[in-house]
Each structure stands twice: as C-alpha cells, then as structure tokens.
C-alpha cells in the first residue's frame, strides 16, 4: 500500500496535506522518518481505543484472593541456582525534571540503576549463583543507556547484563494526528511494558537465559527504588506453588492513590489501572469501612521462562494515556504487562509490607518525588537481611 493510501486510512489529514504541498526536500525528509513506522500496529492500537472497554462485568467483581507460603525457602535451596531479573526502564525522567533515561538520575552518590543493579549482585554472592539482568530500553533512550553502562564499565557485569529495546510507536496530538518535530523527525514513545515477552523474545533475552538454565526471573520498575525482586514471601510461593506468575500486592494508602487495583472476576485476578478504573470501584468499601479492593499494583513480579516464551505470542489490549512530552500535549498509545494476567493459568498474589518494597520516582516535588527519599538508605545489604535471619 502507497503510504498516502495508508495515510488515508488512518485519517491522517495534516501529514496528508504536508506531502501534498511541502517543498520536495521536505517531503523526503518526513518520508524517510515515516519509514520506521509499524503502521499495523498503529491502526490495531487506534481500533482498539476507539471501542469502548467491556464493563458489564464490574458489579460482579470481587476482592482478590491472597496467598501465603505454605513454608519460605532458604539459602540453601537457592545455592548454586542462576537467576534473573528484567528492569524495566524504557522512560525518560521529564516527570521529576530530569531530560536522561530514568535510570541514569541520580539520588546522592548513586543512580537508579546503580541502586538496583547492587542489590542484585549482593543476592547473588548470597546464593553463590549469578543474576542475569536485563535492561528494557526504549528507542528514545538505548544509546544513551548503553553509553552510561559502558562509561561505568557496567558494574564489573557485562557478561551478565543485557540491554534490549521495546517497540515504539508514534506519539499522537489530542486530534489523533502524528506529531512532527521541528525537524521533521517523528514524535515517537515507547508501546509500554505490555511488549516485555516479545521483546525478550525477539532480541534472543528468552533463547539466551534457557541456555543459562534460567526456569524463572523477577520484573521490577526501574523508578521503584526500594524494589525487591527476589523477596523472600514472594520468591517461596512462586517456587513452593509452582506458579506460572506470583505477583506482589501491597495496601492501598487511599481511594485516590494512583496505583493499579487488583480485581477478581470468577476463576480470574487481574489490575484494572488507576486511570480507567470506575471511581466507584475504586472508593467502594466493605461493612467496617475498610477499601474493599484494598490491594495496588507496583509491577514487581515473578514469571517462569516458559511462560514468558507462551505469553510473547499474545497481543495485550491498547490504552490510551494522555501525555505532555517535549512540549506536546499528547495521546500515548501502550500496553500494560498486567493484562497478561488474563492469560495466566496459576497466579498467586502475595502481599509485601509497602514501606520496605514501594518507594516510585515519578513527580518532580512532594510525594514520590526526588525529595521525599532524601534520606532513605538504600545500603543493599539491607535486602539481603530477610534472607539472613
């Protein structure tokens, strides 16, 4: 198809009329940054969006249902075991007033990546077994994250570490019009952590760990300083049940928190997100008062390898977000890696004690912002110590 017909179809009108009118040197220019567009998977996102959500189902939701291990693991059943752990850092720091990669922002002596990549190698002389990590980057912050592991020799780990890169897809005007830059280069964003499995799988991550003898690795957010991807509770009841995915779950602070919910629905727990959730859910309560879906989201969780090669393969739903980048007020199309849940056969949900596993980076001043962790010691032997005594 000619790209002014797929242009058409999607209802491009202001690129349409650029080409037609624009000086011949700059219709190649925004041809040739056209050319990196999956415009198949833009016209399935934009589909999506613009059908309303399925919501018949909300008064029958229920609270989610809890697990507890049955018996914690110790040292001793790790020994010798290689493990994993993905990051995912595909954003920008613009939210708290930082232009680099989240990861790269500095709090004191040490950057996020720095904060999370210490703790990991102290569980891994715990266990006397290597950690492998992987890093999801996005288009907009690759170079300059291979750059910053490259400038600290990364950490004494390379031969561990691996970068790799989720899909992209172009950031649209509040008129569902793909955005131009000054310079004709599109306004791209990263698709969201929803593509982790088919990254993982097309950068060659999944063949890679299978060959290290990987069953099963930990996903944490690279803006949650106090992450533990290995805790205790969490790692037993994944590897005592032998759950295909076990998820943390820590309390909500209020009815307004901007975390996801976790929901039941019959035979199903899954995370409606904070911003399409029906503010009824959300604030209703049970007979004492209490929240009555009082457990968050914080996308820390732990998954075995060969349900991450199943679940690459699955097309999650599309959300819109509302953004300003660079400037722009913008829609930003993305998947959420919780909606995999739906396709999960054995899940556990077990909470974590959120004043030790949930401290989010996102704002530029007040709450989870720069300055409220100030003073937060993030020595990473202290995650070590629920493992110790």
Same mark, same amino acid.
């Given at each position: 198809?000619? /790209?002014? %017909?797929?242009?058409?179809?999607?209802?491009?009108?202001?690129?349409?009329?650029?080409?037609?009118?624009?000086?011949?040197?700059?219709?190649?220019?925004?041809?040739?940054?056209?050319?990196?567009?999956?415009?198949?998977?833009? =016209?399935?996102?934009?589909?999506?969006?613009?059908?309303?959500? %399925?919501?018949?189902?909300?008064?029958?939701?229920?609270?989610?249902?809890?697990?507890?291990?049955?018996?914690?693991?110790?040292?001793? %059943?790790?020994?010798?075991?290689?493990?994993?752990?993905?990051?995912?850092?595909?954003?920008?720091?613009?939210?708290?007033?930082?232009?680099?990669?989240?990861?790269?922002? +500095?709090?004191?002596?040490?950057?996020?990546?720095?904060?999370?990549?210490?703790? /990991?190698?102290?569980?891994? $002389?715990?266990?006397?077994?290597?950690?492998?990590?992987?890093?999801?980057?996005?288009?907009?912050?690759?170079? =300059?994250?291979?750059?910053?592991?490259?400038?600290?020799?990364?950490?004494?780990?390379? +031969?561990?570490?691996?970068?790799?890169?989720?899909?992209?897809?172009?950031?649209?005007?509040?008129?569902?019009?793909?955005?131009?830059?000054?310079?004709?280069?599109?306004?791209?964003?990263?698709?969201?952590?929803?593509?982790? #499995?088919?990254?993982?799988?097309?950068?060659?991550?999944?063949?890679?760990?299978?060959?290290?003898?990987?069953?099963?690795?930990?996903?944490?957010?690279?803006? &949650?300083?106090?992450?533990?991807?290995?805790?205790?509770?969490?790692?037993?009841?994944? @590897?005592?049940?032998?759950?295909?995915?076990?998820? $943390?779950?820590?309390?909500?602070?209020?009815?307004?928190?901007?975390?996801?919910?976790?929901?039941?629905?019959? %035979?199903?727990? #899954?995370? @409606?997100?904070?911003?399409?959730?029906?503010?009824?859910?959300? =604030?209703?309560?049970?007979?004492?008062? &209490?929240?009555?879906?009082?457990?968050?989201?914080?996308?820390?969780?732990?998954?075995?390898?060969?349900?991450?090669?199943?679940?690459?393969?699955?097309?999650?739903?599309?959300?819109?977000?509302?953004?300003? *980048?660079?400037?722009?007020?913008?829609?930003?199309?993305?998947?959420?890696? #919780?909606?995999?849940?739906?396709?999960?056969?054995?899940?556990?949900?077990?909470?974590?004690?959120?004043?030790?596993? #949930?401290?989010?980076?996102?704002?530029?001043?007040?709450?989870?912002?720069?300055?409220?962790? *100030?003073?937060?010691?993030?020595?990473?032997?202290?995650?070590? &110590?629920?493992?110790?005594?």
């Amino acid at each position: 198809m000619q /790209l002014e %017909d797929t242009l058409k179809t999607l209802e491009q009108t202001e690129l349409l009329q650029i080409l037609k009118t624009a000086p011949n040197d700059r219709q190649d220019r925004i041809r040739a940054s056209l050319q990196s567009v999956n415009w198949q998977l833009l =016209e399935t996102a934009l589909d999506e969006i613009h059908t309303d959500a %399925d919501t018949w189902f909300y008064h029958d939701l229920e609270p989610p249902i809890l697990s507890t291990p049955k018996k914690i693991v110790s040292l001793s %059943d790790l020994k010798n075991k290689p493990l994993a752990c993905v990051i995912l850092a595909g954003g920008q720091g613009t939210r708290f007033g930082f232009s680099g990669p989240k990861g790269t922002y +500095s709090l004191g002596a040490k950057t996020f990546f720095q904060t999370h990549i210490e703790k /990991l190698q102290s569980f891994s $002389a715990l266990i006397e077994a290597p950690i492998y990590i992987g890093i999801m980057t996005s288009e907009s912050n690759h170079k =300059e994250t291979t750059e910053y592991f490259e400038k600290n020799s990364w950490f004494g780990s390379k +031969s561990l570490i691996t970068l790799f890169c989720q899909k992209s897809l172009p950031l649209l005007s509040v008129e569902e019009q793909i955005i131009l830059r000054k310079d004709d280069s599109l306004l791209l964003g990263p698709d969201g952590n929803g593509g982790l #499995f088919e990254a993982m799988r097309d950068s060659s991550l999944l063949d890679n760990w299978k060959k290290a003898a990987i069953s099963s690795f930990a996903v944490i957010l690279v803006d &949650n300083l106090k992450a533990m991807p290995f805790d205790r509770k969490l790692l037993s009841q994944h @590897l005592l049940n032998d759950d295909e995915m076990t998820w $943390a779950a820590i309390k909500r602070k209020s009815a307004f928190e901007k975390v996801g919910l976790f929901v039941r629905f019959n %035979d199903k727990q #899954f995370v @409606l997100e904070y911003s399409e959730v029906d503010p009824k859910i959300a =604030e209703s309560t049970d007979s004492k008062g &209490n929240l009555r879906f009082a457990y968050a989201n914080i996308s820390q969780f732990i998954t075995r390898l060969d349900t991450a090669y199943r679940l690459s393969g699955d097309q999650t739903s599309w959300h819109a977000a509302r953004k300003t *980048v660079e400037g722009f007020n913008v829609i930003k199309l993305e998947r959420f890696i #919780f909606d995999h849940l739906l396709n999960v056969n054995k899940l556990s949900l077990v909470e974590v004690d959120r004043s030790s596993h #949930f401290l989010p980076i996102k704002n530029a001043t007040g709450e989870s912002s720069p300055e409220e962790v *100030v003073n937060t010691d993030f020595d990473s032997l202290i995650y070590c &110590n629920q493992w110790r005594n």
